[in-house]
């Protein structure tokens, strides 16, 4: 058997599972999506949403990219946090990197990795911004454990730094932003930042002051 179709016959074995406990549990999906998350994580295989929170289908909206960033020319990311907050008025968006994240280790070092280059160069600017405080731990390890803190925290701020999130915020108070960091060693979440609706930036000057209040 090819790989692939190993997946194929795990998936008509999960079917088949799920219904035999709750017959209505597809047709509910196919009935509605009401997610209360938006998760926005790392493609890295080894942080799958779902799993290590132990949710469903269903329950948690998805978005991954390379080190979990918030871009604010990216129309994918921008596309889902629309949909998400607008339509699907989703309650949290979760930022979630993980410790030994590869996109966070290229971003610092001077090597070149072709096209990738381009996206993390972000990371890069964030390591910039806080080279003082990083360049000051004394192992590789915790260099790079500290930057990948720092990045989920500048792709929460990115987040609010949007008019998506500032508009719902005024017309809504929603939805509450959280910064986590996941431990590939442990299989443990740590929460590193909360942003409740309407909290100042890290900056006043991305605070937009002709949103309408109304739209
Ligand atoms: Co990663």
């Not at 949710?55 to 390379?66: L, Y």
């Not at 993980?98 to 090597?111: D, E, Q």
């Not at 790079?144 to 809504?172: C, F, G, M, P, R």
């Amino acid at each position: 058997m090819k790989p692939y179709e190993q997946l194929l016959l795990e998936n008509k074995a999960w079917a088949k599972e799920k219904i035999s406990g709750d017959p209505g549990f597809f047709q509910r999906l196919v009935d509605i999506q009401a997610p209360k998350f938006l998760w926005i994580g790392c493609s890295d295989s080894r942080v799958p949403p779902n799993e290590i929170t132990q949710t469903q289908p269903g329950e948690i909206f998805i978005h991954r990219n390379v080190a979990n960033l918030v871009i604010h020319t990216d129309l994918n990311l921008l596309s889902v946090l629309q949909y998400a907050v607008e339509v699907l008025r989703i309650e949290h968006i979760i930022v979630c990197g993980h410790y030994g994240c590869g996109g966070v280790k290229a971003a610092m070092t001077k090597k070149s990795y072709g096209l990738i280059n381009k996206w993390i160069r972000n990371i890069k600017d964030v390591y910039r911004y806080h080279q003082a405080e990083i360049d000051a731990l004394e192992s590789e390890d915790a260099r790079l454990n500290k930057l990948i803190e720092l990045n989920v925290q500048e792709q929460v701020y990115n987040l609010a730094k949007t008019s998506i999130i500032q508009q719902s915020w005024k017309k809504h108070k929603a939805p509450h932003l959280h910064g986590w960091v996941y431990d590939l060693a442990d299989g443990v979440i740590r929460p590193l930042l909360d942003l409740e609706p309407n909290s100042p930036l890290d900056h006043p000057i991305f605070e937009y002051d002709n949103l309408e209040e109304d739209i």
